[in-house]
């Protein structure tokens, strides 16, 4: 049996973007030969339309760029997250960098300006706090066991 692995299903070119589109990665599917991959995307599963309007977070809330509030749609999209990686035991997870669910490390300010700080995405954040391992696309090559490019 092969080891779980949670990924942002945008990453696997599932349009589930704030936008309507996806971020598919060239080496995603390839992790489905050493892994058994395990589709999340926090913001649908907390209830969010795709379309939607773009969201980051400020300090400990998630605001839409017109100001509206979506925290509770983020943590209810976390917590379903976690839920997932407790029910197949996934132990690590490939998260979309920067986003303000699945962000680990660096995230987008909040200014909508494409300015980036430290900080972790809601469900990042959630899936670290139970012991998930969470890599960025960008670190894809690591488990592949490959060198970068």
Same mark, same amino acid.
């Given at each position: 049996?092969? &080891?779980? @692995?949670?990924?942002?299903?945008? +990453?696997?070119?599932? =349009?589930?973007?704030?936008? %309507? $589109? ?6 995603? &599917?390839? @992790?489905?030969?050493?892994?058994? +991959?395990?589709?999340? =995307?926090?913001?649908?599963? %907390? $209830? ?14 998630? +605001? ?5 509030d ?13 839920e997932?990686?407790?029910?197949t ?14 962000g680990?490390?660096k ?7 494409g ?19 969470i ?15």
């Amino acid at each position: 049996m092969k &080891e779980k @692995l949670l990924i942002s299903a945008c +990453l696997l070119g599932r =349009c589930c973007k704030y936008n %309507g $589109g996806h971020n598919l990665h060239p080496l995603a &599917e390839r @992790l489905g030969e050493k892994y058994e +991959l395990v589709a999340v =995307c926090p913001e649908s599963f %907390g $209830g969010l339309p795709i379309p939607r309007e773009p969201s980051e977070r400020v300090g400990d809330r998630v +605001l839409s760029k017109s100001g509206l509030d979506v925290t509770v749609a983020f943590r209810r999209g976390a917590e379903r997250a976690v839920e997932l990686a407790k029910k197949t035991k996934a132990k690590k997870a490939v998260l979309k960098e920067r986003s303000p669910s699945c962000g680990f490390g660096k995230i987008y300010d909040g200014s909508f300006t494409g300015t980036v700080i430290p900080g972790n995405g809601v469900a990042a954040q959630a899936l670290a706090a139970e012991g998930v391992a969470i890599w960025g696309e960008s670190r894809i090559e690591e488990l592949l066991g490959e060198d970068g490019p």
